[in-house]
């Protein structure tokens, strides 16, 4: 109970506020923008496939799927998904979500450094990522029972487990901005959206990378959290 209590959990606050903020950003921005209609009338399928196409990426399937900002490429099966909303919409954010995902292709295509690091680390995020915590919690209170030796062993691999989550989100981070960079020259070369539609795009895409920003932010308040919490046992 002394540690949950520890006013050093007041580190998270501005992490958790800005989660909150870029969140909104990302509703406001998409709300927005998904009202607007591009003037070139091409839909993010149609943007998905010409960029796929023109980065020599014919192979490269697009699915649809349910669901509303869960468009996703997976480098692992060589597979682009959009879901309805951006597939069938010739919004300015539909063909910039489009155009994001299909900035991923060309970083997996291109070999892209950040990306392979990312991918490789995905499935030991995913076996740490819900274990980490309360094997830091078990370890600490183990130590306040005395037994400080396997308190201590587990507690230390809880943090080497945390530092896998804080690396894949400081990874994850180059990752999206270079997508988002990527999305937006294809969105110009191909006439996709013209003139002032390129701000909508940014902001669109602006408020997306802000989300990544925020995670990697918790995850360092958190690591921050988890040394004070070790130095005072």
Excluded: C
Excluded at 160 to 183: C, G, N
Excluded at 199 to 213: D, R
């Amino acid at each position: 109970m002394y540690y949950a209590m520890d006013p050093t959990w007041i580190i998270l606050i501005p992490a958790i506020l800005f989660t909150v903020y870029a969140q909104g950003k990302v509703k406001s921005a998409y709300g927005y923008y998904s009202r607007v209609p591009s003037r070139s009338g091409i839909t993010g399928m149609q943007t998905a496939r010409m960029i796929l196409d023109k980065n020599g990426m014919q192979h490269v399937p697009i699915e649809i799927i349910p669901g509303s900002l869960t468009d996703n490429y997976d480098p692992t099966k060589d597979v682009m998904h959009l879901s309805e909303g951006t597939a069938n919409s010739s919004s300015v954010a539909a063909v910039s979500i489009a155009a994001h995902e299909s900035g991923h292709a060309i970083q997996d295509v291109r070999e892209y450094a950040f990306l392979k690091l990312r991918v490789a680390l995905v499935p030991a995020v995913n076996m740490t990522a819900g274990v980490s915590w309360p094997l830091m919690m078990i370890g600490l209170a183990l130590i306040g029972f005395g037994n400080v030796s396997t308190g201590n062993m587990l507690f230390n691999i809880a943090v080497i487990m945390f530092l896998v989550v804080v690396l894949f989100h400081t990874v994850t981070l180059p990752v999206e901005l270079d997508a988002s960079k990527r999305a937006l020259a294809q969105l110009d070369e191909l006439g996709i959206i013209q003139g002032d539609e390129q701000a909508g795009a940014k902001k669109v895409l602006s408020a997306a990378a802000m989300t990544y920003v925020a995670a990697l932010a918790t995850s360092i308040m958190n690591l921050i959290l988890i040394f004070s919490m070790r130095g005072r046992r």
